[in-house]
C-alpha cells in the first residue's frame, strides 16, 4: 500500500487504475519523452527568470535560462536518447523558445516577484497523507493568496476548463490548512496557446476537493485490498506507455506478478533498515523491540538478491515494451 497520494497520481487512478498500478505499485518507470523534456526545461527557465533582477527579467534570458537548463541536463541517461539527430532536436528547442515567448505576452516577469516558487505543499487529510509541488504563489493587489500553474500544452475550451483545475484545488486546500489562509484564486497559464485560465476558491470549492479526493483514496485502498485494478478504455489509451503489456489490449502481456511481490519485499526490507536507522543502529533499540535480533548481513543479502530479480524483470518488461 503506498504512503502518500499526489494529484497526479489521484488523476492518474481516477484515469485508469491499471495504468495507476503499472507506475506506482510495479513501478515500471515510464521514460521521459519529448513533450515531457519540454515541459520540465520550460518551468525551470520560468523558475530561474525570478532570481534575476527585476530589469533583466527580459525575452533574451528566458531563452538563455531554456538553452542553460537543457545543456545541463541533455546528457544524462533520462534525456541523451530522446532525439535522433540534431536538426530534430534543433526544432525541439525553437518551440521550448516559442512557448516562453508566448509566455511573455501573458504576463510581464518585470513588474512582480512571486510569494514562491516550487514550493512544497503537504499535508493529512484523514488517513490520507497529500503531497505535492505547486509552481508558483502570489499575492495581487489586495494581499490575497493566488496559486499559478504552468502548462505547456494548449488550453482547453473555457467551458471544459473546470477538471483542469482539480490539482489546483487540492493545493488551495492544503495551502489553508497549513498557513490558515484560504488562497483567492487559482490560475492556469497555457503556453502554447497564450491563454489563461481562472477560478475563484471558496469553501464549497474546498469540501468538493476535500470530498473528492477522499472518494479516490478510499478507491485506491479497496483496489489494493481486493488486489483489482482494472482498466478503463479511454481517449487517451492510444498514448498510454503500458498499454502493450495491458491484458486489455495485450492477452499475451507478461505478468507483473512476480515484479509486484518483489517491490512489496523490498519495501518492507527498506522500512526495516530506515526504522533501524532513525534510532542510530540495533544497539541503541529497547530489549523488547521486534527489530532487536534483526540480521543486518541476511537483510541487506536478500535485499541485494530481490533488487536483481526486480531489475532483470523490468528489462525483459522494458524490452517487450520497447518493441
Known sequence: MI???????????????KQFKFANIDKIKEPTNEVQAKGTTVHEALEKIFDLPKEER?????????????????ASDEHVHLFNDQSEEREWGLDGLKLLSNYLTLENPA???????ERWVRGSIEDLNLRGILDRMDRN??????????KSGKAPNAKYKEPRFFALKLYALLIKNEIGETPAELKLIYLQNSTIHTMKV???????????????WNNIKVAFESNNFPTIKNTLCDWCYYKPICPEFNKNAPSTVELENCNEKIDEI??????????GGLDNLPDNSPLKNTNLDEINKNLEELNITKNKIVKDIEEFLRK
Open 141 to 150: 493587489d489586495k494581499g490575497e493568496l493566488i496559486i499559478v500553474d504552468y
Open 270 to 279: 527498506n522500512e526495516t533498515l530506515e526504522a533501524i536507522n532513525l534510532v
Open 111 to 117: 513588474l512582480f516577484d512571486p510569494l514562491e516558487r
Open 3 to 17: 504512503k502518500n497520494l499526489s494529484p497526479s497520481r489521484a488523476s492518474q487512478f481516477k484515469t485508469c487504475p
Open 202 to 216: 471558496d469553501e464549497e470549492m474546498l469540501r468538493n476537493a476535500e470530498k473528492e479526493i477522499l472518494e479516490i
Open 58 to 74: 527580459n525575452l533574451e534570458n528566458l531563452h538563455n535560462l531554456f538553452r542553460k537548463v537543457w545543456t545541463d541536463v541533455r
